[in-house]
């Protein structure tokens, strides 16, 4: 039986579900060590009961469903195993792999590093090759997601921002909640192998978080953390100006992962942010009360006509990876 993945990518301490039965159906799987914050999946063809995903020590890991354990598979150089491998916060020393995809014609795997650029790795893994560290002058750090032209071998990835830079020991999604509200620096990249050059398409995203191609590469949906929406680009003709229009807004939550499994149906990982006020400590005037976020991952399928629905009200969320037994398919979601 095929199986479906169901991913929760988030590195919140902890969730609150609003209904147990929603886990009856999923595994957990733990990552290696006290290693963390899994932020993306990818998955290559020909090896079909197997998934790769990068985390906080600056590996890329590969899971084997047959042994049911996770197995190196790749890293950015230079980086020390002895000083990196296990760490549970980032570092710019070890590097973060984020967004992950494959080209299937050759194997390659192409990823964005929080600290490092964009990358490539081969067929069979190892250290990875830096192909690109800047873009019209400015430094390719906080890039986030990647997707990549099975048609074409063209690259598109994220910049979440131009102003901000990555912080040691945080990962992305805290570098997210940190920008502000009006920061509009946030871009849509696009790497060519053929000429090896990075064009900047788009460069007043608010928050540019993910990043997900068409089946037939006509168009992108990017969605935008700060903005609460999504955008749709088409990708035609590169002589003709880039058009691009608001493919959704007014999500209840921002939008932060976006993933097509097949045909045109979207999956959209959607975080609920609410900052709650505690108990003021005594009556009267005095210390300003405790205040606490509560971050509740949702996920939302959305199609070609964004007619949108849920598909979960909540998910639990910390340092592992969940994925829903189902004969439909290879779904990855968040």
Request: charged share 25%; glycine share 8%; with cysteine.
């Amino acid at each position: 039986m095929l199986f479906a993945i169901f991913v929760l990518l988030f590195s919140l301490p902890s969730v609150v579900l609003s209904n147990s039965d929603e886990l009856e159906s999923f595994e957990r799987l733990d990552l290696p060590g006290s290693s963390r914050v899994p932020y993306s999946l990818a998955f290559e063809k020909s090896l079909s009961r197997e998934f790769f995903t990068g985390i906080s020590d600056g590996r890329i890991v590969k899971f084997n469903k047959d042994t049911n354990s996770f197995q190196d598979y790749a890293t950015t150089t230079p980086r020390s195993k002895a000083e990196c491998d296990g760490i549970d916060r980032p570092r710019p020393t070890c590097g973060r792999p984020l967004g992950l995809d494959f080209y299937e014609k050759t194997g390659e795997l192409f990823f964005t590093d929080q600290y490092r650029g964009l990358q490539r790795v081969g067929r069979n893994g190892g250290p990875a090759t830096q192909i690109a560290s800047t873009a019209d002058g400015t430094p390719l750090t906080l890039i986030n997601d990647i997707s990549v032209n099975q048609l074409s071998g063209e690259v598109y990835f994220t910049q979440a921002s131009t102003i901000r830079g990555p912080i040691s020991g945080r990962p992305l999604d805290e570098a997210l909640e940190a920008l502000p509200e009006r920061d509009t620096t946030g871009r849509l990249l696009k790497y060519d192998p053929r000429t090896e050059q990075v064009t900047v398409l788009l460069d007043d995203l608010a928050g540019a978080s993910r990043v997900e191609l068409s089946h037939n590469g006509r168009y992108a949906l990017v969605s935008e953390y700060l903005a609460k929406r999504i955008r749709k680009v088409y990708l035609g003709d590169n002589s003709k100006p880039l058009q691009y229009e608001v493919f959704v807004e007014g999500l209840e939550g921002r939008p932060f992962s976006i993933e097509r499994p097949f045909g045109n149906d979207f999956y959209v990982a959607v975080s609920d942010i609410k900052i709650v006020e505690g108990p003021r400590p005594g009556p009267g005037p005095g210390p300003r009360p405790p205040r606490r976020i509560e971050i509740t991952p949702k996920a939302v399928k959305i199609n070609e006509d964004v007619a949108a629905y849920p598909l979960f009200h909540s998910f639990p969320a910390n340092s592992t990876i969940l994925y829903q037994k189902s004969p439909v398919g290879c779904l990855p979601t968040a």
